[in-house]
């Protein structure tokens, strides 16, 4: 039905696949539809990433080439969040049904301590882990294209950078947000690096945005391989510029970075098997946990977005948060009891003491029994090549731009990802997340993510290549994208840009942006005890995601929260 209406609607050439209005009740508009392809699609953060990705997969090359190309693209024009100083994570299912995961996840240096971000009363110092040198962990991003290039890669990896050297190079023009943004951050980094530089200009709207530096770090990458940025000269340079910042980073942690292959965490939702990040991001767990907790409920009869379904799911999340606080960490370090966490038999108690009459308290709920507010750093994208590989890639600074630290030489910023660790117990870090000991520092060690990059079968094929930026958020904004399209019959452009809410355990509150949710509906949910905040999430998520339709088309939804766009063919 969904499919027919969506025919009648392109027939009649309303179509405006990118002209979602911003405040709204999605299900009482007509349908959006995002652009449609037969072959193949990137839907990212960016027009010039998803293009050059995409042109990748017209020269022949696989999703796996267009990953390459589209990272890298977004360090580029999406400096933001697009990263050669961060780090990530990808799901993928080839075109023969194999899925697997990869995780290029930054690690704490060596030198790093339990107690390093506290002082000698023990109380904690959150800027440390924020800001400056001492917050960056070990960049894994250019690790990570080599790992995935080097098992699925078809073209020269000289191929695949040509272009994204090009961009660097020649230059993008700036969109508005990226002006306001730029602008906005400049004398942040000017403060934190204590020199001018290119990110230290104004700019304005339209103009084109170079970046010399980074064009011959990509050149030496595409020149010598990974080795050049990990053991090379790069290394070198950037040990020195992290050692002047007050970073412990040596040459050392530097050489021994390695990207690990990892299972991903699978379970069945209905008839939909979902595929989606292991530890150590809690992204795939926390998914399953919720997913499986609310299966039992007819979500469809309580309808979209009313107070029967928000209290269905937010009861769900706070379990899942609170297990997620216990229980979660790097894989390499502690036992994760997941096959425990994610099994019909654990979860079927976990909704026991909730009812619809009343919230649950979160002080009421901590992790079960085994036999923050934050802006949209981060960023996501889904490729599906003309062969049926699909993939879903999650990457990160963590912070926007990371530490601020931008080391000029290189041409790229570094991540802030160790205030993803838990620094002190109870501490909340920037997204307000309380950890526990499964996740405090330790040298080498990976923090835990939220980060979901997840890919869905549905009757054994490729359905949904989905994901978000958003910090905490991720999680349920991924959750949600997947049920209005299962539970809601929406089209995958609706499903991205519906509104959206968030309730992660502690603190003790359930986000909602600040359109499109009905006052009655937060009227009764008040009523039920529920603190509702429309203040601290402006957007929850920007998700970019691809669909497999009936006719094996593809349609992709491009988040008309940012500049997101889809491209194929
Ligand atoms: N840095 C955000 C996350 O990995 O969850």
Redesign the pocket.
């Known amino acids: 039905m969904q499919y027919i209406l969506l025919l009648v609607i392109i027939l009649l050439g309303f179509i405006s696949c990118r002209e979602s209005p911003t405040s709204v009740k999605i299900e009482e508009q007509v349908p959006q539809l995002g652009l449609i392809t037969k072959n193949a699609m990137v839907v990212s953060a960016r027009e010039e990433a998803s293009k050059i990705g995409s042109q990748i997969m017209e020269q022949g090359g696989n999703a796996f080439d267009a990953m390459v190309a589209t990272e890298m693209a977004l360090a580029v024009c999406f400096p933001y969040a697009g990263n050669l100083g961060g780090g990530g994570f990808m799901v993928y299912r080839t075109q023969f049904g194999e899925i697997g995961a990869l995780d290029y996840r930054e690690k704490a240096p060596l030198k790093a301590t339990k107690t390093m971000y506290l002082d000698e009363n023990g109380n904690y110092l959150p800027e440390k882990s924020k800001v400056g040198g001492l917050a960056v962990g070990i960049p894994g991003t250019v690790a990570g294209i080599f790992k995935a290039h080097e098992k699925f890669g078809t073209l020269p990896i000289e191929t695949i950078l040509e272009p994204v050297i090009q961009l660097a190079k020649n230059g993008f023009k700036l969109t508005k947000a990226q002006a306001i943004r730029f602008n906005y951050y400049a004398p942040i980094f000017k403060k934190v690096n204590g020199a001018e530089s290119i990110y230290t200009k104004t700019v304005s709207e339209g103009e084109i945005f170079k970046n010399e530096a980074l064009a011959s770090t990509l050149q030496a990458i595409s020149d010598k391989g990974q080795m050049a940025f990990y053991k090379g000269a790069i290394a070198e340079k950037l040990a020195a510029f992290l050692k002047e910042k007050g970073s412990i980073i040596t040459v050392k942690d530097l050489a021994r970075y390695e990207a690990e292959w990892r299972e991903p965490v699978t379970f069945n939702y209905k008839d939909l098997k979902v595929i989606s990040m292991s530890p150590p ?1 809690s992204g795939g767990i926390c998914l399953a946990q919720i997913l499986k907790s609310i299966e039992p409920f007819d979500l469809k009869q309580f309808g979209h977005n009313s107070a029967k379904y928000i209290q269905v799911l937010t009861e769900a999340e706070r379990r899942a948060y609170a297990d997620r606080s216990y229980f979660l960490g790097d894989p390499d370090f502690v036992d994760i009891p997941v096959d425990s966490l994610i099994s019909d038999e654990y979860l079927k108690n976990r909704m026991d003491d909730f009812s619809f009459d009343q919230a649950t308290m979160s002080t009421a709920i901590s992790h079960g029994n085994i036999p923050g507010y934050e802006s949209m ?2 960023t996501h994208y889904s490729i599906v090549d003309q062969f049926g590989n699909a993939i879903a890639v999650t990457t ?1 600074l ?1 912070a926007a731009f990371g530490s601020k630290l931008y080391a000029s030489e290189l041409g790229f910023f570094l991540n802030n ?1 160790m205030d ?1 660790f838990s620094a002190k117990p109870g501490e909340p870090n920037m ?1 307000g997340l309380i950890g526990g000991t499964a996740n405090e520092i330790a040298p080498a060690k990976r923090m835990l ?3 979901t990059p997840t890919l869905v079968e549905k009757d054994g094929d490729f359905w949904m290549s989905v994901g978000t930026p958003g ?2 958020t ?1 999680i349920t904004s991924v959750l949600q994208t997947i049920l209005n399209v299962y539970e809601f019959d929406m089209t995958m452009q609706d499903a991205v840009d519906a509104p959206r809410f968030h309730h992660q355990w502690l603190p003790d509150v359930v986000q909602f942006e600040r359109e499109g949710i009905d006052e009655k509906v937060l009227q009764q949910l008040k009523n039920k005890g529920y603190a509702i905040d429309r203040t601290n999430a402006i957007v929850l998520g920007k998700v970019d995601a691809i669909l497999m339709l009936p006719d094996s088309t593809m349609e992709g939804g491009a988040d008309r929260r940012g500049d997101d766009t889809a491209i194929g063919f």
């Open positions: 991001s750093e981060t990160t963590n990802e993803d997204f993510s939220s980060m910090g905490s991720i």
